[in-house]
């Protein structure tokens, strides 16, 4: 398939997955070539290097395990009119292992850190020996650290690897249909905002930050939970409007 799109397509490439990305969104986001780092394994190959080079452009430090024996992961995304699909080789993204993130190289960038960020998937292969080393740092030193559920099958499926690392989360992010996959495992019920308070208020490593949950919902209202409390991003930006066009370049932040 990969072969067939790039020979008979233009093709763009984009340094994903969805970590990546979103790493590469914050380094935009704050204008800055030295502020963003990310680590995960890629193949010794040219989807690799061109990760690597997507990632230098856009001003994140790519520190990457490289396997030789595996291919880089890849990810062909078809689109047609409105309708889209993925059609993923996870490849050598599945291998990531502590053994790197343990090297010297990569606890310069964890130890310079003031957020780290996983994705849920990571859960399924470096999985717990990496995020609960990542998350007692993050307690022990005062950083935040943030888990991006992923996809309802990590909740389903992953429920023992999710429930050790959750401890150590300050942050939590996911989206509707993930909320009620877990909401469904953990016998929390439908209403997101019940699950989202439920989830805030599970027990936690540390005492420095209180658990922030954030569940979005597409065009509906975006949910928050911070220190037990239910908040909506729609009704948050109302209440502010007025504010916001005097002070356009002010960044909406919800309190």
Known sequence: MYKELEDNYKVDYIAGGA??????VAAWMMQSKTSCAYMGCVGDDEYGRTLKKCCDEGGVNAHYMVD?????????????????TLITNL????NYNKEHLESEESLKL??????IYSA???LTSGGPPCTTFLGQKCSDEGKLYCLNLSAPFICQF?????????PFVDIVFANETEAAALGEVKGWGTDVSEI????????????THARMVVFTQGASSTVVVLDG??????GAARRRRGCARSRANEILRLR
């Not at 030789?68 to 889209?84: H, M, N, V």
Request: hydrophobic share 40%; charged share 20%; net charge positive.
């Open 196 to 207: 989202a308070l439920k989830l805030a208020a599970q027990p936690k490593a540390s005492g």
């Open 91 to 94: 490849g050598a993204a599945n």
């Open 120 to 122: 849920g998937f990571f």
């Open 110 to 115: 964890v130890n310079a850190a003031k957020v």
């Open 158 to 166: 992953f429920t023992a690897q999710l429930d050790e690392t959750m």
């Open 229 to 234: 409390k239910v908040r909506s991003a729609r």
């Open 19 to 24: 970590t990546q990305n979103s790493i590469r």
């Open 68 to 84: 030789k024996a595996t291919p880089t992961g890849t990810c062909a995304c078809l689109i047609k009119d409105s309708e889209r």
